[in-house]
């Protein structure tokens, strides 16, 4: 099938979709080429935008690695600091793995609040 039974069969789809009412185009030859630059131009943008986006996961994944260790150094100092008082002593130990979750992620919304114009 060529250029020109392609073009004629896509616009008689659209008009049975109801589309807005189409004509068959008189110049083939320049409506596969300004046909094509679109296309090629839509290419190149969706390239760029997929670029964009795994810089920025990139960017995401870093931060998250940094508030993992943040995550962990937070409960280990908390564990040091809750496992030798009396009252706590092992459950001390216990108690710092939630306190590091809520500590990590207070410290995770402040820099996102903080960067959150960087990262988007």
Not at 23 to 35: I, Q
């Amino acid at each position: 099938m060529d250029d020109k039974q392609r073009i004629d069969d896509a616009l008689i789809a659209f008009d049975e979709m109801g589309f807005e009412p189409t004509t068959l185009l008189p110049d083939y030859e320049r409506a596969r080429k300004a046909w094509k630059a679109n296309l090629v131009a839509a290419i190149k943008e969706m390239e760029t935008e997929t670029e964009a986006l795994k810089l920025t996961i990139k960017k995401l994944q870093a931060a998250n690695v940094d508030l993992k260790r943040t995550n962990e150094a937070i409960q280990k100092q908390t564990a040091k600091i809750l496992s030798p008082i009396p009252i706590f002593g092992v459950t001390g130990i216990w108690a710092a793995i939630p306190i590091g979750w809520f500590l990590a992620d207070l410290f995770g919304i402040a820099h996102y609040i903080r960067h959150k114009a960087k990262a988007l």
